[in-house]
């Protein structure tokens, strides 16, 4: 088996209001790849974060007591912790320059995901960039687009670089997935010598978005399309998986929280 | 850019005492593919485990007082639990069923990678495979024996399929390195607009293990080594920060222990 992790050249500096769909079809034309059922295409959130206008500048933000007090704690921007907050259902942890929150999407994620990197700040006004509002339609979005424009079924994986609890470093996680199915189950299979396997799932679409972001690199604007090829996506069986619902355990169910 | 992650073919079952450097150059021969600078190799700690007869057979086992005490609390083989805890610096999380604990090596681990499934039993006695005793040192041997076999520098990953805090399904992380930083740090480092980059570090190794982690599937014996194409890895400038050292948070800096 072989995978290949390929990026699209010629994607441009992305707008609001761009397109990526489009944008992911021209760069294909452009290598020339042509874009094949089954292929799993990964896009870095920043894109589809600006092509969805999820700006925010943070001169327009009053914040709140909650927020002011906070941002004392952690020694972060008032206005800033607004938003996080805005955007997240808790916080799980904070510590000076560190706030850790369940985002309203349900997973966890420093700072809400927000992003200060590799965007513009036009007239020197600061601003930062939200997470898509729902990442799965996204994926969903651009899965369908494809599909009608070019007759094939692929993957889409939205990822964003996380941090974790034990160990160092971030990793490029799945926040949006459409077409396949964000976990793999095992339970009921054998190995190969017969004994039932007591593994029960593979996380498929972080291991896909990882191995993307290491193509992506960390300025991720420059290639932010990564089409990977090799990979049979399962889908899901119960409409209740699709997403990344899969992928996010519950509070009640997560010994670290 | 574009990284090829490529199952070697035809590793046979692994044996104690086989070298496991002589059976990676055996299959790139066989396939053909020479191996070149700069190859990242991705191998299942499973095949490392074998090779070094890290096999305990549980009857051989006489559990303590803590391991039995333990064992009824999270209904698990007191042998086996003795085993963990054995393997381990301290037990980190437990319930039913669940045993997760520092590994003497470092990172947090369930049942400190212990593992049953995918191994001879012979004549019906139950045994378990640890984890080898020095991945990063298994690493690295196998680094130099290409080395000197084939005249290239590559790198070495041995990954193995971890579960996580806040996310379900496992994903395939590195436990030794060797000929590459695990940890690429960007502090310093500027984004596209030249704002400075706030992100410090990407983990490189786990990114490059889990891309990895999808090739070799579930049952990892029948491809338990990848051959990663495409990466130009980057070298510790640090002599303490070789192996996976730059991965591990220690418990001090950890919020989720």
């Known amino acids: 088996m072989e995978l290949t992790f390929s990026a699209l050249p010629n994607i441009p500096l992305v707008a609001p209001q761009d397109n990526v769909a489009e944008l992911i079809i021209a760069a294909a034309q452009s290598k020339p790849i042509e874009i094949a059922e089954n292929d799993v295409i990964v896009i870095a959130q920043k894109i589809i974060s600006k092509a969805e206008d999820r700006y925010v500048t943070l001169n327009d933000i009053t914040p709140s007591e909650e927020a002011k007090k906070l941002a004392s704690e952690v020694h972060k921007d008032p206005r800033y912790v607004e938003l996080v907050l805005r955007e997240s259902n808790e916080v799980v942890r904070k510590k000076t320059g560190v706030l850790i929150v369940e985002h309203r999407l349900g997973f966890v994620h420093a700072n809400a ?30 899965r369908q687009h494809l599909k009608n424009q070019l007759g094939v079924n692929v993957a889409i994986i939205i990822n964003d670089s996380m941090g974790r609890a034990w160990r160092n470093g971030t990793l490029g996680l799945a926040i949006g997935v459409a077409g396949l199915s964000a976990l793999e189950d095992y339970v009921g299979g054998e190995d190969i010598f017969g004994r039932e396997l007591k593994v029960t799932a593979v996380a498929a679409a972080d291991e896909l978005a990882a191995g993307a972001s290491i193509v992506m690199g960390q300025t991720q604007e420059k290639t932010p399309v990564v089409l990977v090829r090799g990979y049979t996506p399962q889908q899901p069986t119960d409409p209740d998986q699709q997403g990344i619902t899969p992928l996010l355990r519950s509070k009640e169910q997560d010994l670290f929280r």
């Open 113 to 142: 995901g927000l992003d200060q990197s590799n965007i513009e700040h036009p007239d020197g006004q600061e601003r930062v960039l939200l997470l898509p509002i729902n990442p799965d339609l996204s994926a969903e979005n651009i």
